[in-house]
């Protein structure tokens, strides 16, 4: 966890601000207690975004899908409110290491680790398809390895297997090395596409790095495609 910053706010939602536990373009997620003392995980989205209807839509989807996947291996919604001002949504705060942390930390995991870790993703996929969503950015970033096992987390481009899309026209949703083909040419992406990303996510557990890193995102997704 590292330090508010000047400008952070000290309390969303009713949930006091404690820390920062990471940032991204779209938004900076804060580590918050509840008067009750709970620990949660606040993710707010970036005032530029505001504004933005259509990355509101996007905001709000999280949400629903957030609410909508159940299972052991996933991190459950506590509260949000995607239309305040910014809007904001909480998950159960989740001690440990990122899967990238891990990795990039100790090295490659062992085979029998990498076993268990295939055995919990595949039931966290299961439980996103079943509740009719596509993750479509499972990597290993968005994945916490915890005393309770690993838990996928992140639904910010989740969305609906049926659903017409909210990205722009050209725009490529996901992470450059654990893609699917069908991502890395800008098509839909189905549940498959998450099975193929999981197959990249355990390979990079297995090796320590990313099977399609071609060192630079456009020959990354050429290596992908092909």
Do not use: C
Not at 90 to 104: F, K, N, Q
Not at 115 to 131: D, N, Q, V, W
Not at 167 to 175: E, F, R, S, Y
Not at 182 to 187: D, I, L, N, S, Y
């Amino acid at each position: 966890m590292a330090e508010l910053e000047r400008g952070d706010p000290r309390e969303i939602g009713g949930y006091r601000v404690l820390g920062r536990l990471g940032a991204g373009g779209m938004g900076v997620v804060y580590l918050g207690r509840s008067p009750a003392g709970t620990l949660v995980a606040v993710k707010v989205v970036r005032p530029r975004l505001v504004g933005d209807g259509r990355y509101r839509a996007r905001f709000r989807r999280e949400v629903a899908a957030a609410r909508t996947v159940t299972g052991a291996y996933t991190a459950p919604l506590v509260d949000a409110d995607p239309d305040a001002e910014p809007p904001w949504l909480a998950t159960a705060y989740l001690p440990g290491l990122s899967l990238d942390e891990a990795v990039g930390t100790f090295g490659a995991l062992p085979t029998a680790v990498v076993r268990l870790l295939a055995s919990a993703l595949a039931e966290a996929l299961a439980g996103i398809h079943g509740a009719g969503l596509v993750h479509r950015d499972l990597k290993p970033g968005n994945i916490m390895l915890t005393p309770g096992g690993p838990r996928v987390i992140d639904f910010g481009i989740a969305r609906p297997e049926d659903s017409a899309t909210l990205t722009q026209d050209g725009a490529l949703l996901g992470t450059p090395g654990f893609m699917s083909p069908e991502q890395a040419a800008g098509g839909r992406a189905g549940p498959p596409a998450d099975v193929f990303a999981l197959g990249s996510v355990l390979a990079y557990a297995t090796a320590g790095k990313a099977p399609f890193d071609a060192g630079n995102r456009i020959d990354t997704l050429q290596r992908i495609r092909r």
